[in-house]
């Protein structure tokens, strides 16, 4: 399974990327219902230059993006930089019932991706609070309106990563 043994982040997209409030239009798909200020994927590119300097992150979809859409769709909504990091999403057409997983917390869904995926490290871009249990240090609560770019979230963003991607001394 691709990421085994990497450093995963695991990305939601509403509320982390953009607004939360997506809905989506049979004619010319998702949109937000959101003041004018907010548009779709507004913080992809302030994620990107997050990781700039630590090419070695991967990403696992966990947004609902890719349960509709398919990965490779969902992906495509990223910018360059970030689609080639996407390693796989959390949710697995041919191991899962979809009715299921999207019962499932965000958090439960990302954990058991964790228990089959077995990333070196990981942690997880969402404004779900529910489902982290023992995990929740591994969890990043975005601002469901401002994502990533609400200040204490960028904050504990930029200290969770440094942590995470900081060398591990060998004895």
């Not at 909504?77 to 965000?106: C, N, W």
């Not at 023992?134 to 601002?143: D, K, N, Q, S």
């Amino acid at each position: 399974m691709k990421g085994t043994d990497k450093l995963i982040i695991y990305l939601d997209y509403d509320g982390v990327l953009h607004h939360e409030n997506v809905r989506v239009s049979n004619k010319t798909g998702p949109f937000l219902l959101a003041p004018e200020r907010y548009t779709l994927f507004q913080h992809a590119e302030l994620l990107a230059a997050l990781l700039e300097p630590y090419p070695e992150v991967q990403f696992v979809l966990s947004t609902s993006w890719a349960v509709r859409y398919g990965v490779t769709a969902a992906a495509k909504r990223l910018p360059d930089s970030l689609r080639a990091r996407v390693v796989g999403g959390t949710y697995h057409t041919r191991h899962m019932h979809k009715i299921e997983f999207q019962e499932m917390h965000r958090g439960q869904q990302v954990v058991a991706d964790v228990q089959r995926r077995q990333p070196r490290d990981w942690l997880a871009l969402d404004d779900d609070e529910e489902g982290w249990g023992t995990h929740a240090h591994h969890h990043v609560l975005t601002h469901m309106y401002e994502g990533i770019s609400d200040p204490e979230v960028l904050a504990t963003f930029k200290s969770k990563l440094e942590a995470m991607c900081k060398p591990r001394r060998t004895k």
